[in-house]
């Protein structure tokens, strides 16, 4: 693949303002083009970010439907052609704003540009930029393969820089309860742990796998991601122990994910990358004021911050993230926080979920 490590993804809910984002980043910034795709006098248009060029994207007599929108072919293919001749421009981005349903249900509008791309020989310097929205990121990343591609945030669009991230997936609970192995859990075609690596992958450039002593013996053999097995000077701390033994000698920030949620989904991650800023020590999850600990960002001074508490005495994370500054990320629907933790719970989701058509088992 051409683009195999220079493709990178924004993405945000409907309405959010993505395009006029990209539209202001890419007028003050001359090495950026591409496509942008605007509403303007009520009507989406395209809008060549370069040139200033526009072509009426929506239109009654256009025959690409989608919903209740309408959508004229020939603008896709005027936007199509715009793109494809930035590629023999010097660039360091281009933009394609932005691929959706019907791209990922019916495989038209952008799709045959998008197809065309990645199977390009290149090579080429440009950074390829797609626009996703959130709830469709994990379809769109499976569709065209690309797990290697990487989420940007949407501070970036402002000049802003995060320091990146470790991604660790906590596997080495006790799942005493589930009387089996958690992280290995199936409701789809991949297990949990694998399925959260291929997420967090999208956000980090590492992803560290955390397993306790007994894991570690069946572990597959060739496994994705850096196992890192427990160490015993961390014993006894419950999650602090998988996430302190990840972090020892690393100096950098850590994006956690436990096993424990199994419907949990690439676009609730990306509710919380978007929420890293410049004043908070950490981003988490919260319900209905609980903090929910297992899912969230530590920055890099959190982390030297939790070295320090557990060092005297601390070992509950949720009690360190109320003691620093964390900022809390409550969605509209949080019913992705459900802990499966018994056999009983396990058949039922994977029943429900197979009922609904949203497994492959």
């Not at 220079?6 to 945000?12: D, E, K, L, R, T």
């Not at 540009?113 to 929205?133: C, E, M, S, Y």
């Not at 980090?204 to 306790?212: A, F, K």
Request: glycine share 8%; aromatic share 8%.
């Amino acid at each position: 693949m051409a683009f195999s490590g220079n493709i990178f993804i924004f993405s945000g809910d409907t309405g959010s303002g993505k395009t006029t984002l990209l539209a202001d980043w890419a007028k003050n910034s001359p090495n950026v083009g591409g496509i942008v795709s605007p509403v303007i006098n009520g009507k989406r248009h395209f809008v060549n970010v370069g040139s200033g060029d526009e072509c009426l994207m929506e239109s009654q007599e256009g025959t690409l439907k989608v919903g209740r929108f309408t959508f004229n072919e020939d603008a896709f293919d005027w936007a199509g052609k715009s793109v494809l001749s930035l590629f023999q421009s010097n660039l360091e981005w281009i933009i394609i704003d932005e691929t959706g349903p019907l791209e990922l249900k019916q495989e038209k509008g952008f799709h045959q540009l998008i197809t065309q791309i990645l199977q390009n020989n290149g090579p080429h310097r440009a950074k390829l930029l797609f626009v996703v929205r959130a709830a469709l990121t994990e379809q769109f990343v499976n569709k065209y393969g690309l797990n290697n591609s990487k989420i940007l945030p949407r501070l970036f669009f402002n000049g802003n820089s995060f320091p990146p991230l470790a991604g660790i997936v906590l596997c080495g609970g006790e799942s005493s309860r589930m009387k089996m192995d958690k992280a290995v859990l199936q409701f789809g075609d991949l297990p949990q742990w694998k399925l959260l690596h291929q997420m967090l992958n999208l956000f980090c450039d590492e992803v560290l796998i955390s397993v306790n002593e007994n894991q570690v013996a069946s572990w597959p053999e060739n496994h994705s991601g850096t196992l890192v097995t427990d160490k015993e000077k961390y014993s006894s701390k419950g999650p602090l122990t998988g996430i302190l033994s990840c972090m020892e000698g690393r100096d950098q920030g850590c994006f956690i994910v436990a096993v424990d949620y199994p419907l949990l989904k690439t676009e609730h991650l990306i509710a919380l990358y978007n929420a890293r800023n410049f004043t908070a020590e950490a981003v988490c999850f919260t319900i209905e004021g609980r903090t929910e600990p297992l899912v969230s960002i530590l920055e890099p001074a959190a982390v030297a911050k939790l070295k320090k508490f557990t060092s005297g005495g601390g070992n509950s994370l949720n009690k360190f993230l109320r003691a620093i500054r964390t900022d809390k990320v409550e969605l509209p629907d949080m019913s992705f926080m459900l802990n499966v933790n018994t056999q009983d719970e396990f058949q039922k989701l994977t029943s429900h979920l197979e009922h609904l058509g949203l497994t492959d088992t």
